[in-house]
């Protein structure tokens, strides 16, 4: 029990060491850099009343693994993956009332399919 402990401690420090301020990470296109190093890590932007609006995974300076996006009343927006800078996986996109609005996939940046929801009013 102690060595799980001790390796979701170790996971945990690791993982925050990636996390910065929105004032280091400059996005410049499709790309993030740290004083103009490719950055790799978490990047949360967060709005002016202080909840999280977008946290981007990026590696090399590309976007890398699941991004996610929320309104600003904290539902989720959408949630993507990523591989290499390109859309790869499942995307869905939720309307405020937490509905499900879209499902798509992509394959290495290529569009594969999709569908889109019709809002269902009375839940809105």
Request: aromatic share 16%; charged share 25%.
């Amino acid at each position: 029990m102690k060595v799980l402990l001790t390796i979701l401690l170790l996971f945990t420090l690791v993982s925050c060491k990636d996390e910065l301020e929105n004032k280091e990470v400059k996005i410049l296109g499709r790309f993030a850099y740290i004083k103009d190093i490719p950055f790799t890590g978490q990047y949360i932007k967060t709005s002016t009343n202080g909840s999280i609006s977008f946290v981007f995974n990026f590696k090399n300076g590309v976007k890398d693994g699941k991004q996610i996006g929320f309104y600003k009343e904290g539902q989720k927006r959408f949630e993507s993956f990523y591989a290499r800078g390109l859309k790869d996986g499942p995307y869905k996109e939720w309307y405020k009332n937490g509905q499900l609005y879209k499902e798509q996939v992509n394959i290495k940046g290529r569009e594969i399919s999709m569908k889109v929801f019709q809002i269902n009013l009375k839940n809105y």
